[in-house]
């Protein structure tokens, strides 16, 4: 069908048929499902549930890559997700006023280059979200992970807002040495005011043999628009390093609202032992130390394991616990609200993950 439009392009007279570069499109996702135990699940009792995305959340997506020439690439990425239960439409945590967000894990269009790096524009994942997926070895699992970090509702901002910035601009460095940065702005889009819902954020990471290290700093002003107060303000610094059949990981986070006085240090230290090709075990503690008040302190200790069936499809199953002081809410998962204030939690899951 492409070849039929191009040919009768050419025929018109446009442009001949030999203009056009070589490109290319890849679809691409994830589905995951099963069966979940929690107790004070929000908003307070135990549930059972067919749980949807307990590792991976389920997404689709589509990406594609033309060559210019000059060592020049046009690149593009959209990527949906949804609920495999029902089928919905995450809709990335909008408001219902906002109606569907159908890519709402991303939606980006730009020119790279193997020389210069990349510049994205669109609906861009942060420098924050990208330092911590690489620097987490469990696959930055919504069970118990440092993808956990960003769902807390600490700050004036969601985990959603923390990880894909509307109406940005983002530029991608080449690979330099090891060293692979970003550096992210979101404008407000509000009319006399550039300061209104502004964001900005930058990150990196450095890779040699074994050895990842990483940093990334995160700036929102409010998502409302009703002020131009900052709301959100977070850091982390981290690094995992491979040896033999172990792989470690530790990482120092802190998040704040600065219009409220708010600032939580998260330390978290991960181990996953993987004695074979197909079998991976791993372990997971996060302490989270409220800079206010000691009753909002927390601790997250976590259980897992991951077996492959093939390089596409793997079981996967979770245990989890999590004691919060009587003002803490801090939750086995990356969900909003994740737990009851003051109240202990504790998850199993069993579950299957296939790649596409």
Do not use: C
């Not at 930055?140 to 960003?150: A, K, R």
């Amino acid at each position: 069908m492409k070849k039929l439009y191009v040919a009768a392009i050419a025929l018109a007279g446009a442009v001949p048929p030999s203009s056009y570069a070589q490109s290319s499109v890849t679809l691409y996702g994830v589905v995951d499902s099963g069966i979940l135990y929690k107790t004070h699940a929000a908003p307070g009792g135990t549930a059972w549930s067919l749980g949807t995305g307990i590792d991976s959340t389920n997404r689709w997506g589509l990406t594609g890559r033309e060559d210019l020439g000059n060592g020049l690439y046009a690149t593009f990425e959209l990527e949906s997700a949804f609920r495999i239960n029902t089928g919905a439409l995450i809709n990335g945590g909008q408001p219902a006023s906002s109606g569907t967000v159908l890519f709402d894990r991303g939606a980006t269009v730009g020119i790279s280059s193997n020389v210069a790096g990349g510049l994205l524009l669109g609906k861009n994942r942060s420098p924050l979200l990208r330092t911590l997926a690489r620097l987490d070895i469990e696959g930055y699992s919504n069970f118990g992970s440092l993808n956990n970090l960003l769902y807390q509702n600490l700050s004036g901002y969601t985990g959603y807002q923390y990880s894909w910035v509307d109406n940005s601009v983002e530029y991608m460095s080449p690979d330099i040495g090891g060293f692979q940065g970003s550096a992210m702005y979101s404008f407000g889009g509000v009319a006399g005011d550039i300061k209104t819902k502004q964001v900005l954020s930058i990150g990196g990471t450095y890779h040699l043999d074994s050895f990842t290290g990483g940093a990334a700093y995160f700036s929102g002003h409010d998502v409302t628009g009703a002020t131009d107060a900052t709301t959100a303000r977070a850091y982390t610094v981290g690094a995992n390093y491979g040896w033999s059949q172990f792989k470690f990981m530790i990482d120092f986070a802190n998040f704040k609202n600065p219009s409220r006085g708010t600032s939580d240090n998260f330390y978290t230290a991960e181990v996953a032992y993987m004695p074979t090709s197909f079998w991976a075990v791993n372990a997971t503690y996060m302490y989270q130390n409220d800079r206010v008040s000691s009753d909002r302190n927390a601790s997250l200790y976590k259980l897992g394991a991951n077996y492959a069936l093939s390089r596409s499809t793997s079981l996967y199953s979770f245990v989890g616990y999590v004691k919060n002081n009587k003002l803490a809410m801090l939750g086995l998962q990356n969900a909003t609200p994740s737990g009851v204030a003051g109240k202990n939690q504790f998850g199993v899951a069993i579950g299957v993950r296939h790649l596409f």
